[in-house]
């Protein structure tokens, strides 16, 4: 069977060294026009902030090259036992599915006049409708387990002798069609692009042959986030704007560039103004929005989130309010300690990544969702971010449930017999390991590798 090289974007290194770094270099520099037609006065992209992010982006990098130099390779046959990864893709879409569905009939019910206002494109609409969704408790939660769905059954994709239940394509496409419902409602369109991407990683990865369109997807994907991007800025921000005599094509890139250096400005800017609080508030936002603490009665310091409305209000643009994932450890921890905890970051983005590459179980379905915060890091940090922490835990969990699953179907089929002449062979770890190490990275000597 030919083994087709994975494209160079999918190497976290690559990515942010060719892709990310460019586009954040780029957006310091001509970004500075944007600011200010998009009303932000205060530039703070100089020459202390700049090169610190470029440090931050540095240590990524830093840490992914020591996982990927230190974990082994392997590149091994993928097995599924279909019962279980049937199971599990059934739970994870209905999940994702009844969530997504309850919330739209929610917001329909409870609020039909903020939801017509914000489909008219009224100002403060939008943002007010968005807020409610995601404050919904639970269940915002369990929608973001579509990403490992659609990363689950692109690795099935791989698998020759797996075969998926017949339910799984009727609750694919459901599950596409309450995705982009919700999308539409709430006017959140990271959700498109995280379902493209889980969806469509592993197959451009181990089923495109290389060519010119895959070796330039991550730039093709930009011209179509930016025609994603316009399409929701013409029903949330245009009909503000149409009266001014600008041209919607004009309105709109300046609004795209805008996203981008705001956010790098914010992050900039807000570093430079504060000192570090070395408590992982930017970097771990989950934690302090954990729903479990109110209903134990803890309360949680807010008064960094305070602080940087006020730092918006007073410098910058509240319509245009991402505190940039490049500056988010510098925040926290200031830059030599904050570089230090990007790092470690890194090293975990690149035992996923190899694990990945070798087709293991978990980095099939988790690097799928992990390489999405390379491509959002200008914008926010997102591996910190409450949507992530579901899509991470719910990997995690399927692992481990199919991972048992392989196990006793070897426990049931029992050691394999030698053949005549052949010496009884000895007990190998994969009777206790099926799958090879955690990650994927190591096979065992007897039967397919996760």
């Known amino acids: 069977m030919e083994v087709i090289r994975p494209p160079w974007w999918i190497n976290p290194i690559a990515l942010l060294g060719v892709f990310i770094l460019p586009v954040f270099l780029i957006s310091t520099i001509y970004g500075a026009d944007s600011l200010a037609i998009n009303r932000i006065y205060s530039n703070y992209m100089d020459w202390e902030s700049v090169p610190a992010g470029i440090c931050a982006l540095f240590a990524l990098c830093v840490g ?26 059934i739970v994870l879409a ?9 919330v739209i009939f929610d917001l329909v019910i409870s609020y039909p006049g ?18 409610t969704a995601v404050r919904i408790p639970g269940l915002t939660s369990l929608m973001n387990v579509r ?4 990363a689950l059954v692109s690795a099935c994709l791989l698998d020759r002798d797996f075969r998926l239940a017949r339910w799984i394509w009727p609750l694919y496409a459901a599950l596409v069609v309450t995705t982009l419902m919700y999308s539409f409602i709430v006017s959140e369109r990271v959700v498109i692009i995280e379902m493209g991407v889980a ?5 451009l990865t181990f089923k495109l042959r290389p060519s010119f369109f895959r070796a330039t997807s991550p730039f093709v994907g930009m011209i179509g986030i930016f025609g994603l991007f316009a399409v929701g800025e013409y029903f949330r921000s245009w009909p503000f704007y149409q009266g001014t005599g600008i041209q919607f094509s004009d309105f709109a890139f300046d609004r795209f560039v805008g996203y981008f250096a705001s956010s790098i400005n914010n992050g900039a800017g807000y570093y430079l103004k504060t000192d570090p609080t070395l408590m992982p508030y930017w970097t771990a936002g989950w934690l302090h929005r954990f729903p479990l603490w109110d209903f134990l009665g803890i309360s949680m310091d807010a008064s960094s989130g305070v602080q ?3 730092f918006l209000n007073r410098f910058a643009n509240p319509e245009f309010n991402n505190y940039s994932g490049v500056y988010a450890a510098l925040i926290d921890f200031g830059l030599p300690l904050g570089c230090l905890y990007l790092t470690i970051w890194g090293f975990l983005g690149g035992l996923v990544y190899r694990s990945f590459v070798a087709r293991g179980l978990l980095g099939l379905i988790l690097y799928p969702v992990w390489i ?4 959002d890091i200008i914008r926010v940090f997102y591996w910190g971010e409450p949507r992530f922490v579901p899509l991470a835990g719910a990997a995690i969990a399927v692992y481990f449930y199919i991972r048992g699953g392989h196990r006793l179907e070897a426990r049931r089929a029992g050691p394999p017999r030698p053949r005549a002449g052949e010496a009884r062979p000895r007990a190998v770890e994969s009777a206790s390991r099926p799958g090879g190490d955690w990650f994927g990275g190591r096979a065992p000597k007897t039967g397919p590798a996760l």
């Open 94 to 102: 209905s999940l994702a599915i009844a969530s997504q569905v309850f």
């Open 147 to 150: 990403g490992v769905f659609f």
């Open 372 to 375: 999405y915060g390379y491509f």
């Open 114 to 131: 903020l939801v017509m206002q914000a489909i008219n494109g009224e100002q403060g609409a939008i943002y007010e409708l968005h807020d």
């Open 308 to 310: 940087f409305q006020s």
């Open 199 to 203: 969806a469509l990683l592993a197959p």
């Open 64 to 89: 992914s090259g020591l996982a990927i130099w230190l974990a082994p390779a392997s590149n091994n046959p993928l097995h599924l036992p279909e019962a279980r990864t049937n199971t599990a893709l």
